[in-house]
């Protein structure tokens, strides 16, 4: 049995290890928890603004290897962006910014959890 | 031993054989139980109790003969005390919503346990705040068994009810239900006792147990979903007001008033699941050719091979006794570094089915101090061929993560 999988590449199992922007971001100027109830995923996520502008993005969260990596890449790609640019990102820009391929339905709660709560907040 | 009477496991996913251990979420169902619906469907279809026409009466006979079949199968007083739900989650809101709305007061306690699945815990939860009743809980012990030691202080003369599993769904571990039936029958409490993991996989009796109310779930006993099992005792359920009302649960009806049936259509408003009552009843029969002893056998065989190998393996804890014994084959684990979800995920790439996640029991996860697990569950179909692969799997999915 080959020792790969598609959804863990070293992009994957990096940002799971070393989840980039981890933690509380003090003065924060939006602050939201969400939990995932099929799985008990949870994540709080908090973001320095600037009028439209996400200047910083930072959270605390628990979960799968998936949701963790893509709350750290989404907390990356998401820095200096301007509100609209982040409302039209899909499940299947997650999985490209991780670069594994269009998951399951079953694991697309895992790719966009921090998406959809990102989303929440700044709508 | 039984794979060839599946037919679910001839499929192939994604190419490969099936291992499918997640029968404590749902078992297989066997050949006769689909050939029993689907003769139903093409042979005797007809609402029943009402039609004089035969197929009515062919649908009735073989619909109530199930009743009988249930009454034999956890051993009832009456076939009166068998009331069809549509599922275990059905019955527990059943009781609480009918016997706790008329029995249960300011003050009264409500006794649980620390393993229960959320059907028996939210019900209780509702009717406790509605009513100003008390919850508390038999704590679970290092050995994941319950602390009877705790019964003497817990159950007291406040006690009305005493709700507990018979197998808990996330430990395996089957509860000392008759032990615990007579403490609580000494304080005068009920007993009510969530059977969803037990049926078809140990005999049951409800008198030697000492449940007053038992409920079972049949699509985790090889029978179809959509279909459970209220067993009360006689007098209880006669005292009980209707839960749903409607058709076929009534007497008579003016317009103004009504009056029940008798047990148990009172219990059994509108058209019924018949298919799903006949499957059940075929499920039944299924288990009865196997035999208690050989499913007792195999499944203890799967088990303890399967805490074995799991023990075996570096950073791997098992939520649960770790021997055979007074247990059944549902055994959680957390694996270091690997979350539960991504390790299903792995094992489902090679066509492992298992289940993660709190197992609707999220208090048992806090209490054990996780926020979930991953589950194996084994049924008849299984062989040691699928807990093998369950190990090759569990040993990848390491390796994918690098440990």
């Known amino acids: ?25 003090e003065n924060a100027s939006h602050k939201r928890n969400d939990l995932n ?25 628990r979960g799968c290897a998936l949701s963790i990596a893509a709350a750290s890449v989404l907390s990356e790609f998401v820095r200096n962006k301007k509100f609209p640019e982040i409302k039209n990102l ?34 | 031993m039984f794979e060839r009477k599946f037919p679910i496991l001839k499929r192939k996913i994604h190419g490969h054989r099936l291992a499918y251990l997640d029968s404590a979420s749902t078992t297989q169902k066997p050949r006769e139980v689909i050939d029993a619906m689907s003769d139903y469907y093409e042979n005797h279809n007809a609402n029943i109790h009402r039609g004089i026409h035969t197929l009515s009466q062919e649908a009735t006979a073989k619909y109530e003969g199930v009743r009988d079949k249930v009454k034999k199968f956890i051993n009832a007083t009456s076939r009166e005390e068998i009331i069809f739900t549509s599922g275990a989650t059905a019955a527990l809101n059943l009781i609480a919503a009918t016997w706790g709305e008329q029995n249960i007061k300011r003050g009264d306690e409500i006794l649980l346990t620390e393993m229960e699945h959320h059907s028996n815990l939210v019900p209780w939860q509702i009717i406790a705040r509605k009513k100003g009743a ?93 279909i459970g099992v209220l067993y009360g005792r006689r007098e209880l359920l006669e005292k009980m007001p209707p839960y749903q009302t409607g058709g076929h649960m009534v007497r008579s009806v003016s317009w103004q008033a009504a009056t029940w049936s008798d047990l148990p259509g009172k219990f059994e408003a509108g058209t019924a699941n018949i298919a799903e009552v006949i499957g059940l009843g075929a499920a039944i029969d299924f288990l009865s050719s196997v035999g208690w002893g050989k499913i007792a056998r195999h499944e203890q065989n799967l088990t303890s091979d399967a805490l074995d190998k799991l023990q075996k393996i570096p950073g791997l804890k098992i939520y649960g006794p770790t021997r055979a014994q007074n247990r059944i084959g549902v055994i959680s684990f957390t694996l270091r570094d690997v979350p539960p979800h991504d390790l299903a995920s792995i094992l489902d790439e090679q066509d492992i089915a298992i289940r993660t996640g709190h197992h609707c029991a999220m208090p048992l996860h806090t209490r054990l101090g996780i926020e979930s697990s991953a589950r194996v569950s084994f049924g008849l179909h299984n062989s040691k061929k699928d807990i093998d692969e369950l190990i090759r799997g569990i040993q990848h999915a390491r390796r994918i993560f690098q440990l």
């Open chain 1, 1 to 25: 049995m080959p020792d790969e999988s598609s959804n863990y590449n070293p992009i994957v199992l990096a940002h799971y290890r070393h989840p980039r922007n981890f933690g509380i971001l």
């Open chain 1, 37 to 61: 109830p099929l799985c008990g995923d949870e994540i709080t996520i908090y973001l320095q603004t600037a009028g439209p502008r996400i200047e910083k993005m930072t959270y605390e969260a």
């Open chain 1, 90 to 123: 899909r499940s299947a820009d997650m999985a490209k910014l991780l670069e594994i391929p269009q998951t399951s339905a079953a694991r697309e709660s895992c790719l966009t959890l921090a998406l959809q709560s990102l989303n929440k907040l700044i709508s």
């Open chain 2, 134 to 226: 008390k919850l508390k809980f038999i704590p679970i012990s290092e050995a994941y068994s319950l602390q009877l030691a705790t019964l003497q202080r817990l159950v007291t003369s406040r006690t009305k009810i005493v709700a507990l599993t018979h197998i808990s769904n996330v430990l395996g571990t089957i509860n000392e239900l008759s032990e615990i039936s007579q403490a609580a029958h000494r304080h005068g409490a009920i007993v009510v006792a969530d059977g969803a993991q037990a049926g078809g996989h140990l005999p049951i009796d409800v008198q030697k147990l000492g449940a007053d109310f038992y409920v079972l779930a049949g699509h985790k006993m090889y029978g179809p979903t959509g």
